[in-house]
């Protein structure tokens, strides 16, 4: 159930988008632009120190929970 419903989001999502590019003029040319240029939305972990990837996100994670060992 939750499946379909995500599936039936996602469809509907993508069907507004490809209407809302169809319908472009000079003024929601900009709009599109804005949402192109922005960062991913994240779906599980949120930008951590401007990092969006999942690769940096890890290394920011590595670097604060496991921190280099004091000096001896």
């Known amino acids: 159930m939750w499946k379909r419903?995500?599936?039936?989001?996602?469809?509907?999502?993508?069907?507004?988008?490809?209407?809302?590019?169809?319908?472009?003029?000079?003024?929601?040319?900009?709009?599109?632009?804005?949402?192109?240029d922005q960062t991913p939305s994240p779906y599980y972990i949120p930008t951590i120190n401007n990092s969006a990837s999942n690769e940096k996100k890890a290394t920011e994670f590595t670097n604060s929970f496991f921190p280099p060992p004091p000096p001896t």
């Open 5 to 36: 419903y995500k599936d039936e989001i996602r469809g509907a999502k993508e069907k507004m988008w490809k209407k809302f590019m169809e319908e472009v003029d000079e003024k929601s040319i900009w709009t599109i632009k804005k949402y192109v």
